[in-house]
């Protein structure tokens, strides 16, 4: 069994941000903001508010109500000593939380989570602004966590083009935010990845869709690496009679989505990557800064 | 009983563009892309293929796999012969709809659904280009429909600036293509607007929304117009004993919302908006040729 601690994992990146913010002469200032009364989203959000502000990086925290969150948006959007915004996620859980989060101007987006972005990551984009190879383009956190991680755990390969080429990876999640940047990302990294959601399956390579009729037991019993995000206890929960031995295994859902004896048949387990999703926000954080917001970027 | 038929209410907006086609030395082209194999869905799409044809507008019909479609909008967005882009929502029926409406170039997204588009109309922005004020911004087609027919039918006040003031209005249906932008259209015409959706009730007045706690009952006992929006056989249907004498009736779903013998209670019903809907699309098609198309238009 690899004892896999997400936050240990975490700390060589977060190292790297506190040493270039302590170089740096500027503050960067970011704001987050929560609609919710939800202890534990509040608590979650705090708990963010610390990270960033142990790296030295100035994260002011504002609780708003849902009908003011447009405006607040807004208002951060156009004040220039703000550098990063980050929402906290769902608000009104229906279509109006994709608006909310294209409202986001694509210069202040820690999350990757607008449409600039996420266009860039689908084109396979690399830079922030076409032509400049000096300004790397955003990806979104959570996905970029789990490569990270998976990179750090030896299952992605360092400097090769295509570091998962021949590994068949299964993700239970097919959001806008997770699961489908996560599936157009591996694909693109060489993996043979199937994309589960509530709509059925999906096969990503290269960075394309196809149609699949492949089903959960197919796609499990063939999987080198299985990766689930369902934040919903209806979830069946993933057997170790349903996983070859040794599958590499991450949940990053807030409920588990594997079942408690999975570590009997497997030595790679991450049951969670929030650590490594805040470590990843703080890297955006940086890079919007540096793209965007420092005295060498130009407009 | 005012005897409203909404093709004829669309018949002096098609006439307007039909005439205003014949008048170009240039050819107008779009084109539609349906990803369905849907029977009435694909019956639709060719109607308004023939709608445009019949107005001397260029409309080719694509149908393609969900899976292209993405490839086909970036395709069209990077053609310069096509002048505007419809797809025929749902998709997928999931985020990834919002993602492909998104991903349509603003000036050639006939449906104004784009967030260019959709930020303008909440900022009650008119002008399609910041400081340009020959060239004006787009609506959304349905909710513009439903406005120009309740001017029609001399709902809305002619030549004033808030042609609904001391109205009160109540719309089932709250999503961000339809039901948002006409709660906010109507709330700046100076009406009293309460909007509801499987989430419950919010209030518009002057285009801001407010948390209320009215029901269904309350609502429409106060309201002068009753609007529905609800694509779903689940939806009680709205009865004469829950509306004034005369309210004004309009169902712009597929579904019926309203209880058949809801006109031995009302004058004014409209039992569907199509065809209004249709005639905005052109408008909005010639409005982007004008706009950024035509050799007037500087980019």
Same mark, same amino acid.
């Given at each position: 069994?690899?004892?896999?601690?997400?936050?240990?994992?975490?700390?060589? #990146?977060?190292?790297?941000?506190?040493?270039?913010?302590?170089?740096?002469?500027?503050?960067?200032?970011?704001?987050?903001?929560?609609?919710?009364?939800?202890?534990?989203?509040?608590?979650?959000?705090?708990?963010?508010?610390?990270?960033?502000?142990?790296?030295?990086?100035?994260?002011? &925290?504002?609780?708003?109500?849902? /009908?003011? &969150?447009?405006?607040?948006?807004?208002?951060?959007?156009?004040?220039?000593?703000?550098?990063?915004?980050?929402?906290?996620?769902?608000?009104?859980?229906?279509?109006?939380?994709? #608006? /909310?989060?294209?409202?986001?101007? #694509?210069?202040?987006?820690?999350?990757?989570?607008?449409?600039?972005?996420?266009?860039?990551?689908?084109?396979?984009?690399?830079?922030?602004?076409?032509?400049?190879?000096?300004?790397?383009?955003? /990806?979104?956190?959570?996905?970029?966590?789990?490569?990270?991680?998976?990179?750090?755990?030896?299952?992605?390969?360092?400097?090769? @083009?295509?570091?998962?080429?021949?590994?068949?990876?299964?993700?239970? *999640?097919?959001? @806008?935010?997770?699961?489908?940047?996560?599936?157009?990302?591996?694909?693109?990294?060489?993996?043979?990845?199937?994309?589960?959601?509530?709509?059925?399956?999906?096969?990503?390579?290269?960075?394309?869709?196809?149609?699949?009729?492949?089903?959960?037991?197919?796609?499990?019993?063939?999987?080198?690496?299985?990766?689930?995000?369902?934040?919903?206890?209806?979830? @069946?929960?993933?057997?170790?009679?349903?996983?070859?031995? *040794?599958?590499?295994?991450? *949940?990053?859902?807030?409920?588990?989505?594997?079942?408690?004896?999975?570590?009997?048949?497997?030595?790679? #387990?991450?049951?969670?990557?929030?650590?490594?999703?805040?470590?990843?926000?703080?890297?955006?954080?940086?890079? &919007?800064?540096?793209?965007?917001?420092?005295?060498?970027?130009?407009?």
């Amino acid at each position: 069994m690899i004892d896999i601690d997400p936050a240990s994992v975490a700390h060589d #990146y977060i190292e790297a941000v506190r040493q270039e913010v302590a170089a740096m002469s500027d503050p960067i200032r970011v704001v987050g903001m929560i609609a919710s009364d939800d202890a534990p989203s509040l608590a979650y959000a705090r708990a963010t508010r610390q990270r960033f502000a142990d790296v030295g990086i100035e994260y002011d &925290l504002q609780e708003v109500e849902r /009908l003011t &969150l447009e405006e607040s948006i807004m208002a951060a959007n156009a004040d220039p000593d703000i550098h990063g915004i980050f929402i906290y996620f769902p608000v009104f859980n229906n279509q109006q939380d994709s #608006y /909310l989060r294209n409202l986001v101007d #694509y210069r202040k987006d820690i999350e990757a989570g607008s449409m600039y972005w996420v266009q860039k990551l689908y084109a396979n984009d690399r830079f922030a602004i076409a032509g400049d190879s000096s300004r790397k383009a955003l /990806l979104p956190c959570t996905p970029l966590a789990i490569i990270k991680m998976l990179t750090a755990l030896g299952v992605y390969a360092e400097d090769v @083009e295509r570091p998962v080429a021949g590994k068949t990876v299964t993700i239970f *999640n097919r959001s @806008e935010v997770n699961g489908r940047p996560l599936a157009v990302m591996m694909s693109n990294d060489g993996a043979n990845v199937y994309s589960f959601d509530i709509n059925g399956p999906l096969r990503f390579e290269n960075a394309k869709p196809f149609e699949t009729r492949i089903t959960r037991q197919e796609a499990l019993a063939e999987s080198d690496i299985v990766i689930t995000g369902v934040p919903s206890k209806s979830f @069946e929960r993933i057997r170790c009679d349903e996983i070859k031995p *040794n599958t590499v295994c991450v *949940n990053f859902s807030s409920h588990p989505n594997f079942e408690d004896d999975i570590t009997a048949h497997t030595d790679i #387990y991450v049951p969670k990557v929030g650590p490594m999703t805040v470590a990843m926000c703080m890297r955006n954080t940086l890079r &919007l800064y540096r793209n965007f917001h420092s005295h060498h970027a130009s407009q």
